[in-house]
Structure formats: structure tokens, C-alpha cells
């Protein structure tokens, strides 16, 4: 899991929409030029938000326009920003690099270096997403090297964090450990909890990828007590996932029941439907386990019910699964039929 630069954005607040507009009607008519670029690329974030990508490049562009014909060096390299982040939430990680050289090249030119060490950073998350792993190391180390600099000890934190990540991409387990053990000491130094719940979970996964059950359980306990602590129920309920399946490759299969059953009630009070299916989905492998087939079965039959209503990618893989259980149900029914009747049972 990384943990992303922030940059500054237009912040819309709680402002609806409609007043968003009236915002920029008003502007326009007015002649206020940055008023105008600076309305827009708020009436973009909306629209980012609500998952309207078309329209809010739309609006973006016509944003750095103005801001391009003003030459407000500062208007643009932040629209160039709020354009990459859109690319990048799409997974157009080409078009995102465009738009973070352009934000980086006005940050060179305006000294703007904590912006400067945030855009190197997504360009570093964005390399990281196409697989080209030096490219993004290059540009982590960039990025430290300027919050270093600054004294943004939270950054570093953050950057070492995605460092580890990195590197675990890569199956360099024992680099992956030292980053995010880097990361961890100035985590709890700055007493940046949501960071440190974060890097803990991240070291319990290496554990949990080396088959390190006793110790990835450890360290996912930490960071679900972190995520408890922050009142993040959505995290808490991503850690006791990763908490079942240790608990499940340890043997503790009643461990593993509870802590699945737990993330579940979580999600099923957010109305998470998406998320719920895979704990579900889960809890009912360790059903199977433990012999308590009909519970598996009744778990899987809702599922596959939620898959279907929510166009869930997964249905297919639960069908395979629901149908595997029930063939082992029946096979193992067969078995004890015949054994009863030659007088073994």
C-alpha cells in the first residue's frame, strides 16, 4: 500500500455545484480572468468526485487556458496538477507523466519546492504503476531529497513508505523492510499515526509474503489498533481481512471465523456491498475448512446474489467456488452413506 504526495488543490469545501456556477458566472462577467481560472478548476474537483472524468477534464483545460493567457505560472503548474491526479485516478499513466512534467517544470521555475517534492513523488507513483522500477526509485529519491532539505519529516516518512513498496514489488524482501523500518522510526518520532498504521500493515504483508504467518498477524494486531484509534472503519475492516488469512495459514481457523465475521459486520453497517463479498467469500473458505459445508454454501449463495446485482467482476470465481464446496459436500455424504452401509460408521 503507498501512501500519496499531497499538493494543494482548489478546495470546493462543502460549496454545491450550482454555486460553483454562479461562482463563475459571476466572474466572467466581472473580467475577473484569475477569478474565472480559479472557479473553474474547483468546478472541476466536483465533478472529479463525482466520478464525471469527461467533464471535469473539460473544465480543467478550459482552467489552464486562462491561466496560460494570464501567464499565472502558479494557476497553471496547479491545474497541471489537479490534471495529472485525474490521468492517474484513470490509470492513464502516460497522459498523467505529461501533465506532472509540465506542473514540475513551472515548480522549477517558480522555487516552489514543496510542491516540487509532492509532483516527484506522484511521478514516482505513476512510473511505479507501469512497472518501469528505476524510473520510479529515481524520482522517490528525488523527492527525499528535497523534503530533506525542508525539514518535511512526515514526507520522508511517507516517501520511505513507498520505497518499501516498491521493493516488495520486486520481491527484495529484505530492502522492502529496511525502507518501511526507515519509514516506521520517523513515523512514531513525528507521531504520524495514520502514516505509521499504514507502514505497519505494509510490513505485515512482506511477512505475510514470505509465509511469515505469526509474525504478518503481528504486525497487521498494530496496525488494526492504529486504524481503531483514527476511527477509520473501512481500514480496520482492509487490516481484518489480512488478519483472517494469517490466522487461516496458521491453523487458527476459529481465529480466523472471528476476525472475518468482525470485518464484515464493518462493512455490512457502511452498506460496502463490494468489499463485504470478499470477506464473505473468505470466511466461507474457512467454513469449508472446518467441515461446516451448508454455512459455506449459505454464504456463498448471498455473494454470488450481491455479485450479480452489482455486476461484480468476481461472480465467476464464486459460481467455481460455490460449485467445488458443493461437490465436496456431496462427495464426502456419499462416502459416509457408504460406510454406514458396510458397518464402519
Known amino acids: 500500500m503507498r501512501q500519496d504526495d499531497r499538493q494543494g488543490t482548489p478546495g470546493q469545501g462543502q460549496v454545491s455545484l450550482p454555486a460553483l456556477l454562479a461562482e463563475l458566472d459571476r466572474c466572467k462577467a466581472g473580467g ?8 473553474l478548476a474547483k468546478i472541476g474537483t466536483v465533478y472529479q468526485t463525482q466520478g464525471k472524468h469527461r467533464e471535469a477534464l473539460a473544465v480543467f483545460q478550459e482552467s489552464l487556458k486562462v491561466f496560460e493567457e494570464l501567464a499565472d505560472k502558479p494557476g497553471e503548474a496547479s491545474v497541471a496538477a489537479l490534471m495529472a491526479h485525474l490521468s492517474l ?20 521555475e517558480l522555487d516552489d519546492r514543496p510542491g516540487l517534492a509532492a509532483t516527484l513523488g506522484k511521478m514516482g507513483n505513476a512510473y511505479e504503476a507501469k512497472g518501469e522500477w528505476e524510473e520510479a526509485l529515481q524520482h522517490y529519491r528525488e523527492s527525499m531529497r528535497i523534503k530533506e532539505e525542508l525539514g518535511d519529516r512526515v514526507g520522508l516518512g511517507l516517501t520511505w513508505n513507498n520505497i518499501g513498496t516498491l521493493w516488495a514489488k520486486m520481491e527484495r524482501w529484505e530492502e522492502a523492510l529496511e525502507a518501511y523500518g526507515q519509514g516506521r522510526l520517523i513515523q512514531e518520532g513525528t507521531g504520524d499515526t495514520r502514516g505509521l498504521s499504514i507502514t505497519l500493515a505494509n510490513i505485515g504483508r512482506v511477512h505475510h509474503q514470505r509465509g511469515e504467518w505469526q509474525q504478518a498477524a503481528e504486525y497487521y494486531e498494530k496496525s488494526y489498533a492504529l486504524h481503531e484509534a483514527l476511527g477509520d472503519a473501512l481500514g480496520c475492516a482492509g487490516i481484518l481481512n489480512s488478519l483472517g488469512l494469517a490466522r487461516k495459514e496458521m491453523g487458527d481457523l476459529d481465529g480466523a471465523q472471528e476476525t472475518y465475521q468482525r470485518g464484515i459486520q464493518i462493512l455490512r453497517e457502511r452498506d460496502d456491498l ?3 463479498t470478499v470477506l464473505m467469500h473468505n470466511l466461507a473458505i474457512v467454513h469449508e475448512e472446518k467441515g461446516e459445508y451448508r454455512n459455506a454454501l449459505s454464504l456463498l449463495e448471498e455473494v454470488i446474489s450481491l455479485d450479480k446485482r452489482m455486476g461484480n467482476p468476481d461472480l465467476k470465481r464464486d459460481m467455481l467456488t460455490f460449485r467445488r464446496i458443493r461437490r465436496r459436500m456431496s462427495m464426502e455424504r456419499d462416502v459416509q452413506v457408504e460406510r454406514r452401509e458396510l458397518g464402519e460408521g
Open 274 to 276: 463490494l468489499r463485504v
Open 89 to 108: 485516478q484513470q490509470g492513464a499513466w502516460d497522459q498523467g507523466l505529461e501533465s506532472l512534467d509540465r506542473a514540475r517544470r513551472l515548480q522549477q
Open 32 to 39: 475577473d480572468a484569475p477569478g474565472t481560472g480559479w472557479a
